[in-house]
């Protein structure tokens, strides 16, 4: 099946399409770019097809492009973090230098920045607002109701988080707009 696909090149492509489609997750240039550069780096890439988002492994020579969510690719990079975090601490732990030690710390103080990007962008996803949900049912199961305020609280931390990591203008926008409803 040969499609028409625009590939996502740039952080600057990515940005424009999730505003151009008033996508839910709001993200800025250093966030789209550490989205790309994890992708590229697992032989990712991204294009559009139709304004829906799209991916192909780019390691594959026949492979084809196939519909992918912000949403999915959020939760790839943040996954792909984590493990990388965790290598860097297990080479810390037992470097065969200082200098290996060092390039290992270098490596996780780079990791842990982008962490606390792709914390404000994952508190963006279907996948944080579905954990959310899901623990104020357990509340509810649990105590019959949820105590006066703490649903507040809970979105309520979802959104400072977002506004912390410079990623929730857009947010902000879609929550007045949803009041306003």
Known sequence: MEMDALEIKT???LVMWLAMTESEISMNQNGAEIILDYLHEHEFSLAVHKQEL????????????QP?????????????????????E????????????LRFSEAHDILKEQEKVLDGLWRQT???QLAKDIALQVIVDTLGKVPEGLEEKIQ?????EADRMGNGRQ???????????
Request: with cysteine; charged share 35%.
């Open 11 to 13: 952080p600057g492509e």
């Open 156 to 160: 309520a931390y979802g959104i400072k």
């Open 68 to 88: 992918y969510s912000i949403d999915h690719a959020i939760h790839d990079v943040c996954e792909w973090n984590l493990e990388l975090i965790g290598n860097m």
């Open 90 to 101: 297990d080479g810390m732990k037992n470097p065969g230098s200082q200098e290996e030690y």
């Open 54 to 65: 799209m991916v192909r492994n780019t390691a594959e020579a026949f492979s084809e492009y």
């Open 126 to 128: 279907k996948y944080e």
């Open 171 to 181: 947010a902000d926008g879609r929550r007045e707009q949803e009041r306003m409803r």
